[in-house]
């Protein structure tokens, strides 16, 4: 059957008084966070530090030397390219930037467990796409890794998680993909490496699992600094609350709980970026050792019609004055691309996605597989039904 127009109107007014003083408290908090923001930033970039204390101490985020160089009042830095009115005359201006550099995106799928098969199998494919923005000088490949359920169930009695383990081997697979290239050293001098997804691992629900996270985040993030070679994470959607928890903090008041940064921040022209900041979060960073207060980050109007986009990469860019490069990079990518995402990481998408017919086409192979090797593997009854019916 179809959804019932009916039934779902009759239970979303069930609820209306929930929803009602969500948005009260949403609002409330929303107001707090801008006049606090604005408070802020009458203070120097030394004046905020002290009010936050040490590095370790602080909540949320802290300044960088960006902040004083920000146009007093605003939380944005203004993008002051004009290349026109035209998206022709702007898909031209980003050609000219990315001219010289090679980018290299890389992005993954998976394919999770099944209680359909008597036989537990996952995978992930990787998909890496570098681009040195000349003709025909571009390049795919993929990576299929196989996870066989010696791998997908915990040891030394942890429980265990299938799933989550595929999900960490994927992860830890991009990143391996995007170091590699980093530390390439025929790849290219003006290089970027772009991360779909976030490059702290507070997303990690499951502790025992941390340390691969943590790991491969680090080893990615050694390897930009010793290769001079920068790495963006690009969040579409972020849910951070770095920049809330840290007016909060100097304002002595609760932290956010429902709004994030994105929704907070004024608005502002396409392009537009807030200064660079160094993620202070309490959890999302334990394990990080030396590289805790090593991420940095800031946030881009990327689309006019969506909320900033959300940036994270090593606080050595900072450091060396590239982060406008790096930026720059980003916004002709995402011109490129004409959606508000960059081109790069889209093409890395839509090479590793792997759909419902690929991994009917993957269990059908590993079906073959397993008849060959004189494995017990085969579907459910109740599946092979499904399947059949629909």
């Known amino acids: 059957m179809t959804l019932s127009r009916t039934k779902v109107i009759e239970a979303l007014e069930s609820r209306r008084d929930d929803f009602l003083t969500l948005d009260q408290a949403f609002a409330h908090e929303l107001d707090g966070l801008r006049r606090g923001a604005g408070e802020l930033r009458g203070l120097t970039a030394q004046a905020l530090g002290d009010a936050l204390g040490s590095p370790d101490q602080a909540e949320g985020a802290l300044p960088t030397h960006e902040w004083d160089t ?40 998976q394919i999770y467990p099944s209680s359909e098969w008597s036989i537990d199998v996952g995978a992930v494919q990787i998909g890496r796409f570098v681009n040195a923005h000349a003709k025909d000088a571009y390049s795919k490949d993929l990576r299929f890794e196989a996870i066989p359920a010696t791998d997908l169930y915990g040891v030394d009695n ?30 290219g001098s003006e290089r970027l490496a772009i991360f779909d997804g976030s490059l702290i691992a507070s997303f990690v629900r499951i502790p025992h699992l941390r340390q691969g996270y943590v790991a491969a985040v680090v080893r990615l993030l050694e390897a930009s600094e010793s290769n001079a070679v920068p790495v963006v994470g690009y969040i579409d959607a972020s ?3 770095d ?9 002595n008041v609760e932290p956010p709980r ?42 881009l109007r990327a689309s006019s019609r969506r909320r900033p986009a959300r940036l994270e990469f090593p606080r050595w860019v900072v450091e060396a004055d590239r982060t406008e490069w790096m930026t720059d990079i980003v916004r002709a990518e995402v011109v490129a691309q004409a959606d508000g995402y960059p081109y790069a990481a889209e093409t890395a998408d839509a090479l590793a996605v792997l759909t419902q017919a690929d991994r009917d086409r993957f269990h059908a192979l590993f079906q073959e597989f397993a008849d060959r090797n004189g494995l017990d593997a085969y579907l459910s ?3 092979a039904s499904k399947r059949r019916r629909r």
């Open 70 to 109: 920000t146009p007093d009042g605003t939380w944005w830095r203004p993008f002051t390219a004009n290349a026109g009115d035209t998206h022709e005359s702007w898909r031209a201006w980003a050609m000219r930037t990315l001219t010289g550099v090679t980018t290299c995106a890389v992005d993954g799928s």
């Open 158 to 187: 942890q429980e265990s998680h299938p799933r989550e383990l595929v999900d960490l081997r994927r992860f830890e697979a991009e990143c391996a993909a995007l170091t590699e290239w980093i530390e390439d050293s025929g790849a």
């Open 239 to 241: 849910r951070a609350r």
């Open 243 to 251: 920049l809330g928890a840290m007016v909060a903090a100097v304002r």
């Open 258 to 299: 429902r709004v994030t940064d994105g929704v907070w921040l004024p608005r502002a022209s396409w392009g537009a970026r807030t200064p660079a900041f160094i993620s202070a979060r309490s959890t999302g960073l334990e394990g990080y050792g030396e590289h805790a207060r090593s991420v940095a980050f800031l946030y």
């Open 381 to 383: 009854g109740k599946s």
